[in-house]
C-alpha cells in the first residue's frame, strides 16, 4: 500500500510539472529590459527592411546573431553602425558599415578592413587568431565573401555545401576533387575546414596543423610510426607521393607506380627490370631506357602494382629483414 501511495504521488508531481510547462508555454515570461531595448533598436531598420525586402533579412531572427534570448547576440546596430544618416535619408546614404550581398551581386560599399573588423569585433578568438596576416586577409578576403550571415543555414557551415563556397575561388581544386582517386569530399563524408583553418593557421596552406604531415595524422594515424625502417620521403612530406585534392593515380598518388618510385631509386634494380635482364627469354626492346608499359618484368606487373607487390610497407617497415618497406 505504502508503495501505491508513493507512484501517486509521483504522478501527481509528473501531472504538475506537465502543466505548468504547458502553462509556460502558453504564457511565455515577458521580455526583460535589455530585450526590448534590442527588439526597439531593430525596429528602426526592420520597420522598411521587412517580409517585402528582396533579401530575406529577417531570417536572422533563425540564427545566433538574432536569438533575443542571449545578451550577447548584437543588434542591426551593432554590426551596421547607427547610420542615422540612412535612416533619414535610405535612398541617397548607405548603412555606416555596408557589408553589400553576394546573392545578388550588388556593389559592397564599405572597405574590407571596416567590414572584417566589424565581425572581429565578437569573432576575434579561437579558430580566427591567426586571421591577421592569413593568405585570406592579405588577398583582401573578408567574412562575408565566405558567411551568409542573415540566414538560418550558412552554406560554408555545412559540410555537404562548404565545398561549394570554398570553390567559387579554388577552381583547380573543384576539378581535382572529380579525379578518379580523391578524398571523399563529394559523398560529404569530409569538408574542406577537415583539413584547412581559412581564417589563418600557424602552418602551411592554411593547414589545422603546423605541417602537412601532421595534418594527414589526424585521419591517417596508421601512417605516423615510429617504424624501425623509415622512408625517408615519407617523413619529409607526405605530398612528395601523394597530391590531396584529387589523382588520376591510386591512392592519390602524383604519378602511377613504377615511374612515381623510379623518380628517387634510379640506380638500384629498378634498372635491371627497366633493361629487360629480368625478363624469360633475355633482353627487350626500350623506349628512353624504359620498357613499353606492359612488357617490363611480370613480377612488377602483376594487379599493376609494380614495386608494391614485394614493398608493400612503403610508408614505413618494421620487417627484421632490413630496410627494404616488405611485408
Not at 542571449?70 to 558599415?97: F, K, N, W, Y
Not at 551568409?148 to 583547380?172: E, G, I
Request: aromatic share 4%.
Amino acid at each position: 500500500m505504502l508503495r501505491l501511495h508513493k507512484f501517486v504521488a509521483l504522478g501527481a508531481l509528473l501531472g504538475c510539472l506537465v502543466a505548468g510547462s504547458a502553462a509556460a508555454a502558453d504564457n511565455p515570461a515577458p521580455p526583460d529590459a535589455a530585450t526590448k531595448e534590442a527588439l526597439a533598436k531593430d525596429a528602426k531598420c526592420t520597420t522598411c527592411h521587412d517580409k517585402s525586402w528582396p533579401q530575406p533579412v529577417l531570417a536572422i531572427y533563425q540564427t545566433p546573431h538574432g536569438n533575443r534570448a542571449d545578451p550577447r547576440a548584437p543588434t542591426c546596430q551593432s554590426c551596421h553602425g547607427e547610420s542615422t544618416g540612412h535612416q533619414a535619408d535610405p535612398a541617397g546614404v548607405h548603412p555606416d558599415v555596408d557589408f553589400g550581398s553576394k546573392e545578388h551581386g550588388d556593389k559592397d560599399v564599405s572597405s574590407v578592413d571596416l567590414r572584417t573588423s566589424t565581425c572581429l569585433t565578437c569573432h576575434q578568438t579561437g579558430l580566427r587568431m591567426h586571421w591577421s596576416g592569413s593568405v585570406h586577409q592579405t588577398e583582401d578576403v573578408t567574412c562575408t565573401n565566405c558567411h551568409s550571415v542573415h540566414t538560418p543555414h550558412d552554406p560554408v557551415l555545412a559540410k555537404v555545401t562548404q565545398p561549394d563556397v570554398c570553390f567559387a575561388c579554388h577552381k583547380t581544386q573543384r576539378a581535382q576533387i572529380h579525379r578518379i582517386s580523391t578524398h571523399p569530399i563529394l559523398a560529404g563524408e569530409m569538408t574542406c575546414s577537415d583539413c584547412h583553418n581559412p581564417h589563418g593557421s600557424t602552418g602551411p596552406k592554411l593547414l589545422i596543423k603546423n605541417s602537412v604531415n601532421e595534418t594527414c595524422y589526424t585521419c591517417h594515424a596508421d601512417k605516423r610510426g615510429p617504424f624501425l625502417w623509415e622512408h625517408s620521403p615519407v617523413v619529409d612530406d607526405c605530398t612528395n607521393c601523394h597530391t590531396p585534392h584529387g589523382s588520376n593515380s591510386s591512392p592519390l598518388l602524383k604519378a602511377r607506380v613504377p615511374w612515381l618510385c623510379q623518380e628517387c631509386h634510379s640506380g638500384d634494380h629498378a634498372a635491371g627490370i627497366n633493361s629487360g635482364a629480368n625478363l624469360p627469354g633475355g633482353s627487350a626492346t626500350t623506349i628512353n631506357g624504359m620498357l613499353p608499359f606492359g612488357s617490363q618484368n611480370p613480377k612488377t606487373q602483376v594487379n599493376a602494382r609494380a614495386c608494391l607487390n614485394c614493398h608493400v610497407m612503403v610508408h614505413g617497415s618494421n620487417d627484421p629483414a632490413g630496410a627494404k618497406f616488405q611485408r
